[in-house]
């Protein structure tokens, strides 16, 4: 890792533990999207490791900075920031219809099993009985339609995104 990678990467840490911060302070979801798309670009600058490091790096800090009040770094720890991650690793997956489909699997993967960790920790917090509901489990599928489709809503803008603005070492 060149010096000039690790100074690109201290500066997305810093601004994706802004993102995160003022997500837990204001209690929105929106600042991890952008914090989302500042570790796609950096995975696409300095590769995947430098990626990961900046990710822990962040979530430190803004679990430091902000808190767990809301719960809205646990969104940022267990969906947004491997999300990212996953997202880049398969953005090589769009060349044929074969491919697309196990992308699409991936991130339908992923997002059905945070929503059940999610669905679990709720269960277990607010104390549901051993009769969990099919709502739960209908709302749990439309929880992953939508994750899917932002996955790849969130790749194709952040990868315009960095071809337009990042030149690729």
């Not at 997002?111 to 059940?116: E, G, H, P, R």
């Amino acid at each position: 890792m060149s010096t000039r990678n690790l100074a690109f990467g201290g500066v997305i840490c810093a601004l994706s533990s802004m993102c995160i911060i003022f997500s837990t302070v204001f209690h929105l979801l929106s600042p991890l999207v952008i914090a989302c798309v500042f570790y796609y670009i950096c995975a696409y600058k300095c590769g995947n490791v430098c990626a990961i490091i900046v990710i822990i790096a962040s979530n430190i800090i803004g679990f430091f900075i902000g808190g767990i009040g809301g719960g809205e770094i646990l969104f940022s720890v267990l969906l947004f920031s491997p999300f990212s991650i996953i997202i880049y690793l398969t953005s090589d997956l769009n060349k044929r219809p074969w491919q697309f489909a196990v992308r699409a699997a991936i991130f339908a993967a992923f997002s059905f099993v945070i929503y059940m960790l999610f669905a679990t920790v709720l269960k277990d917090i607010v104390g549901f009985d051993d009769d969990f509901g099919l709502g739960v489990y209908a709302l749990g599928a439309v929880w992953t339609v939508i994750m899917t489709l932002f996955g790849f809503a969130l790749d194709r803008g952040a990868a315009l995104l960095t071809k337009r603005f990042i030149k690729h070492d």
